[in-house]
């Protein structure tokens, strides 16, 4: 029990050194679509489907459904498997600012195996994906998101 809880902590001060290191995620607001009220056009969305099929979809799922009967129990080496994008996992709790930063960097620091895709993507690919498995959020949650914070 104790050791769960370290790691659960060790994986959280991971994350908040994360948040700490993003600063400003260069999300431009001004995309925000009069339709849907989210941040990022029908376009952009649809342009990171093709991104997120060919560099997300083996571990998070097509559908970013994710791939394990539980992501959050560990997986014989320790690590976490991905979790769900979809919106019933974690994912909406991140500010955008920290998604690209996972995606950046991979999610080794966060006890996954997730590698990093700085190099791989360039910022609107990287926005378009998260764009992309956005649209699978619904309204109640995209709107707790955006309470808290996550256009930051």
Known sequence: MIKGLQAHRASLFALFSLIAACG????????????????????LAVAGSPVFAEHCAECHGNAAQGT???????????????PPLNGSA????????????????????????????GQVLDNEEKLAV???????????????????????
Do not use: C, K
Request: glycine share 12%; proline share 8%.
């Open 24 to 43: 400003d995620s260069g999300v431009p607001l001004d995309r925000i679509d009069p339709a849907t009220g989210r941040w990022y056009s029908a376009e």
């Open 68 to 82: 394990a009967a539980d992501w959050r129990e560990r997986l014989p080496d320790g690590s976490f498997p991905p």
């Open 90 to 117: 974690h994912t909406w709790h991140h500010p955008i600012s920290v998604l690209l930063q996972v995606i950046d960097m991979g999610g080794q620091s966060l006890g996954g195996q997730m590698p990093g895709f």
């Open 130 to 152: 998260i764009a992309w498995f956005q649209e699978f959020w619904s309204d109640e949650i995209y709107e707790q998101w955006l309470m808290m914070g996550g256009t930051n």
